[in-house]
């Protein structure tokens, strides 16, 4: 798992070149993620051991690792006065053949003084592939000699030094989805007409509409919804009616206009919303559309002859 940089400093881009790739190298707060280890005493135990170390093993992602330190450089004649220090993946027999895996890393060095750790790592958030070709990517220049032992620096502090490592490893994505996107739709709209509408005291259903291949239906209540703070207002609901026939997952998003007309003036009361209805949220709607007063209000028009229309247009759905 990758923990998030809290950089105490900003990266500085190196300029010398990684495999034909940029490397960085900041100082952050947080430890590293997945591994640290320490060499305790840092010169004696670098003659006793040779000119590399292995550490042990760990795991990230479903991989074992190691890290590999060449305390004087890997190469003399390239990283000579430098030390070297490499991810490996090992362990690698029941991998599939020709089994590659995709690794973002970076590596540490602990300033034992001000414990922050020095960070370095690919430019440009590069990925390695790790294969049987190449099992271990790194740095042959992770730091100078002569910075590690510098006293000023924190990194050898009583003949020890502390080195670190985060793995992130990068799985191919095998989940995915689709937007299907439909303007305009054929039967776009329905108008409802509520006759006798003072006697409307229950919750009324529209008959159900076709849009964009899905079933619909408005649903009024004509006495607003009876809870705190919606008493009052009108309240219209547009229902997904056959969400039944489609994956439980699938989300269906629309783009919804509602009016009320007004049979005075032609001035319609309207509102426009973007809805998301799925199996688990079929209704999705406006409890408070309008001030019932302001619907009864003879010089609006919304009401004549003891008659509401309602219009709801569906002008855009969206399908995942």
């Known amino acids: 798992m990758m923990s998030s940089d809290l950089e105490t400093t900003s990266n500085k881009a190196i300029s010398s070149a990684h495999n034909g790739v940029g490397i960085s190298i900041s100082k952050r707060d947080l430890p590293p993620a997945d591994y640290l280890f320490k060499i305790d005493p840092y010169p004696s135990s670098m003659d006793k051991l040779g000119e590399k170390y292995e550490s042990d093993a760990f795991q990230v992602g479903d991989y074992t690792w190691k890290l590999v330190l060449y305390p004087s450089g890997k190469s003399k004649r390239s990283s000579k006065d430098h ?85 992130f490893v990068i799985r191919h994505c095998d989940k995915w989805e689709t937007l299907y996107l439909v303007n305009d739709p054929p039967q776009v709209s329905l108008t409802w007409k509520l006759d006798k509408f003072s006697f409307w005291t229950a919750e009324g259903t529209s008959k159900p509409f076709t849009v964009g291949e899905r079933e619909w239906m408005l649903k009024v209540l004509p006495r607003g919804y009876d809870a705190e703070g919606f008493r009052g207002y009108l309240a219209l609901i547009l229902q997904l009616t056959d969400w039944k026939k489609f994956p439980s997952k699938k989300a269906v998003n629309a783009s919804v206009k509602i009016k009320i007309l007004d049979q005075l003036n032609n001035k319609n009361y309207e509102k426009t919303e973007n809805f998301s209805f799925s199996a688990s949220q079929t209704d999705q709607g406006d409890y408070k559309f309008i001030y019932l007063s302001d619907l009864k209000q003879e010089a609006n028009g919304y009401i004549k002859d003891d008659v509401v229309i309602l219009e709801v247009e569906i002008f855009k759905i969206s399908i995942i």
């Open 83 to 167: 030390v070297s220090l490499y991810l490996a993946i090992v362990n690698t027999e029941n991998l599939s053949r020709g089994w590659e895996v995709n690794v973002n890393f970076k590596l540490f060095v602990l300033d034992q003084y001000n414990n922050n750790y020095l960070t370095i790592q690919d430019g440009d958030g590069a990925v390695r592939k790790f294969s049987e070709m190449k099992s271990e990517w790194g740095f042959e220049k992770l730091i100078s000699l002569d910075e590690l032992f510098d006293s000023s620096n924190g990194y050898f502090v009583e003949d020890t030094c502390v080195f670190g490592a985060e793995v």
